[in-house]
T-cell receptor, first 116, second 112 residues
Framework: SAVISQKPSRDICQRGTSLTIQCQVDSQVTMMFWYRQQPGQSLTLIATANQGSEATYESGFVIDKFPISRPNLTFSTLTVSNMSPEDSSIYLC?????????????FGAGSRLTVL | GENVEQHPSTLSVQEGDSAVIKCTYSDSASNYFPWYKQELGKRPQLIIDIRSNVGEKKDQRIAVTLNKTAKHFSLHITETQPEDSAVYFCAASGGGGNKLTFGTGTQLKVEL
């Protein structure tokens, strides 16, 4: 399966600032997703990162708050904009396994953000 | 969209006993059902999955069963060991593309 490098692994941020999380994959992948996992909670899909076009956002998530880039098939970024304490979460990049079918997801190690 | 419910939220078993976690889904078009294990501070890891054309799948001590008519699927862990202690998430996809919708998670604790 694909190897995913995600950074930063953790950060402490001030209210009102923005932070960009990077996701690098060691092979070209068709599907890339960004998930959020709030403390002690399940994984919630933020958006599907589409190569060469705008990301597809899930209900409750908007581009102005979570802009996403995907310039090629191995890299994506998620920005958390104008952060508030409610944005304190783990943000996970995931990719679809193109050998077993696009549904099979591998996750990055996650970026743990704490907003003060 | 898809909605996945998972029960129980916490489960304690004695080492060597079996553990069963159950999930239901809402979208009859869903056709792929994976289970992920997440240890504390770690990323979710796929442990087993099943597609809608199969009713049961086993991998050593782990098995998953699927009832498409009732729209529910279950994870069975036999001969539990302390290292099985983790949070387990079920998920479903297929009806709305390739995205996965996750259940709320089950904290499994295997006690010595």
């Amino acid at each position: 399966s694909a190897v995913i490098s995600q950074k930063p692994s953790r950060d402490i941020c001030q209210r009102g600032t923005s932070l960009t999380i990077q996701c690098q994959v060691d092979s070209q992948v068709t599907m890339m997703f960004w998930y959020r996992q709030q403390p002690g909670q399940s994984l919630t899909l933020i958006a599907t990162a589409n190569q060469g076009s705008e990301a597809t956002y899930e209900s409750g998530f908007v581009i102005d708050k979570f802009p996403i880039s995907r310039p090629n098939l191995t890299f994506s970024t998620l920005t958390v904009s104008n952060m508030s304490p409610e944005d304190s979460s783990i943000y996970l990049c995931s990719v679809g396994d193109s050998y077993s079918g696009a549904n099979v997801l591998t996750f990055g190690a996650g970026s743990r953000l704490t907003v003060l | 969209g898809e909605n996945v419910e998972q029960h129980p939220s916490t489960l304690s078993v004695q080492e060597g006993d079996s553990a069963v976690i159950k999930c239901t889904y809402s979208d009859s078009a869903s056709n792929y059902f994976p289970w992920y294990k997440q240890e504390l501070g770690k990323r979710p890891q796929l442990i087993i999955d099943i597609r809608s054309n199969v009713g049961e799948k086993k991998d050593q001590r782990i098995a998953v069963t699927l009832n498409k008519t009732a729209k529910h699927f279950s994870l069975h862990i036999t001969e539990t060991q302390p290292e099985d202690s983790a949070v387990y998430f079920c998920a479903a996809s297929g009806g709305g593309g390739n995205k996965l919708t996750f259940g709320t998670g089950t904290q499994l604790k295997v006690e010595l």
